[in-house]
């Protein structure tokens, strides 16, 4: 009995999924950009949703943590245990909100303050690290494309 012949295999270029793919290579500036964070960071153990926490929680004194969620696009319970590790690093507090005993608010405590004064500057050189390689009007430009990427 003969065999039927076997098919063509498809060219190579057809079956490469990265060089032209754009969910690729913000996985890949993703990858490096959190390993340069987490090396900005490491004494510290904060993560960019912690650092991003609170600086919102900066931003908007006495926001509540539905609000803290939706700004940071997680889920409730994902938004709890930030507020917690927060809160147990005595760098957020929560605050009772007058005439409702079931919502609190959130604020930074001193010590929060000084933790994000100090992360000023470690978040300043992770930046200029991570766009090392970018003129200023092309990180400007690079920025710009992510944000109209990201909606």
Request: charged letters at 30%; proline letters at 6%.
């Amino acid at each position: 009995m003969k065999r039927p012949p076997r098919a063509a295999p498809p060219a190579p270029d057809r079956l490469d999924f990265q060089s032209d793919a754009l969910g690729y290579k913000l996985r890949l500036a993703q990858v490096r950009a959190f390993d340069l964070f987490f090396k900005a960071m490491e004494p510290l153990d904060l993560s960019p949703a912690r650092v991003t926490a609170l600086s919102i929680i900066a931003m908007q004194p006495g926001i509540n943590q539905v609000t803290l969620a939706k700004a940071l696009d997680v889920a409730g319970p994902s938004a709890l245990k930030l507020v917690d590790a927060l809160e147990d690093a005595g760098w957020i507090r929560r605050m009772d909100v007058e005439g409702d005993r079931r919502r609190y608010s959130l604020g930074l405590t001193e010590r929060g303050l000084a933790q994000l004064e100090m992360l000023r500057d470690k978040l300043d050189a992770y930046e200029a690290r991570l766009s090392s390689g970018l003129t200023a009007a092309e990180r400007a430009q690079l920025m710009d494309l992510l944000d109209r990427v990201a909606r």
